[in-house]
């Protein structure tokens, strides 16, 4: 099933992902103790969300498989999410894929010196490492989706690492700035993956993180959960889980909560732990049911509008900037 009928099988509401999934234990505290949150996500399908019960990260229950996920991102996320058919990026992605680099741009230039050395993980179709090349700086992405990869090497001419963060291969210590911009929050192993960043940064370097923050309120907790993401964290658990791979805080809160740099420790410098309740989010997130979400129609006209999208965006690449 290709195209708009794929795009569409995949908000029908009450029919399951298909993935079997294993139960794990936390990622950050290692604690099997949970509390359920939700059991459907946005689109209506059921997937269930647990907070754990000792640290208060929240996760997929069961979580898929890392051979499920490699799957996933390999060929079908972008077409999922972003309606990217033929292994294009639609105009409207490229449009604001270009507005977010600039702005992400604009936030890390004072972390960067004239030919920093960049690290994107999560790079995408490569708007972030064209702005950074054209600034003059060696960019570096790593991006699992081959499409997009293929993409930005073709387009931009960036160098990208077609793979996943943990058969990447680079050398320790040689990056000045590593980004990940929406990424953890798709991985089954955050904690091990900010390890591995923290291994490729330089000794005086920053890694800039940003993750939805689970901790906002204004959406039910039927809006906030879906399939691609994998992990929800709130600030607390965010600086928890870097502090846990070798970093610590070094600035954050702009343009959310959950946008953060880190550095690593200093010689004889050591974290602050966060108390478990300090990191626990609330549970409380909304009050709609699955039969008050169904009979409202807002999966529906979210399944109308990217439909809409879809069809008007020919998938003709635009090259903006």
Known sequence: MHGIAAALLSHVPLVAYPYRGENCACNLCGGTAATVVCRYDRRLKPLTTVSCDGCGLMRTDPMPSEEELGRYYASNYRLDYQLARNGTPPRLHLKRSRAEAAARFDLLAGYLSPGSQVLDLGSGSGEFLDILARAGHEATG?????DFARYARATYGASVIGASWQDADLPAASFDLISAQHVLEHLREPVAALRRLAHWLA?????????????????????????????HFTPDTLISAAERAGLVFHAGGYPSPTTMIFRKLGPGETPVRRAPDQARPPLKLGTLSPGGYLLSGRWAMNAI????????????PSTVG
């Open 142 to 146: 790593i991006e699992p989706g081959r």
């Open 203 to 231: 000794e005086d370097g920053f890694i800039h993180v940003e993750v939805p923050n689970a901790a906002a309120t204004r959406h039910d907790p039927l809006q906030q959960f879906h399939f691609a993401h994998v992990h």
């Open 305 to 316: 509008r990217r439909a809409r999208g879809f069809l008007r965006d020919s998938g003709r």
